[in-house]
């Protein structure tokens, strides 16, 4: 099993900025992918963004594609989502995921799931 622990969310005003963390324990090694989802209210919880481990290729939501940008640090099992240009509407409590299926790694997955283990979320609210 891989532990997930986010960090970086709170209260930022409309096109602001803020970079999500998420670090990585225990099991790293089976880890082919991780990604970024986010749940708001009433809603079910949509993929944002994910980052294959074998080749650094990255994916994104056409909602934050240009905005957002995911990377890692290998080094310290990190991942981190940069959140520019912020809209209202990207409010949510932000979930980072991770997967231990290897065809994640080649080809994306887009679907909570494709993931293994979830951290605890964190809340990002953008007042306008």
């Known amino acids: 099993q891989v532990q997930l622990v986010e960090s970086g969310g709170g209260l930022v005003r409309a096109g602001g900025s803020q970079r999500l963390s998420c670090v990585a324990s225990g099991r790293t090694f089976s880890i082919y992918a991780m990604g970024w989802f986010r749940q708001a209210p009433g809603e079910e919880r949509d993929f944002v963004s994910a980052i294959s481990w074998r080749d650094d290729s990255t994916y994104y939501a056409d909602s934050v594609k240009g905005r957002f940008a995911i990377s890692r640090d290998g080094a310290k099992n990190t991942v981190y989502l940069q959140m520019n240009s912020l809209k209202p509407e990207d409010t949510a409590i932000y979930y980072c995921?991770?997967?231990?299926?290897?065809?994640?790694?080649?080809?994306?997955?887009?679907?909570?799931?494709?993931?293994?283990?979830w951290g605890q979320g964190t809340q990002v609210t953008v007042s306008s």
């Open positions: 995921a991770s997967t231990g299926y290897e065809h994640c790694s080649r080809y994306g997955c887009f679907r909570a799931g494709e993931y293994n283990d």
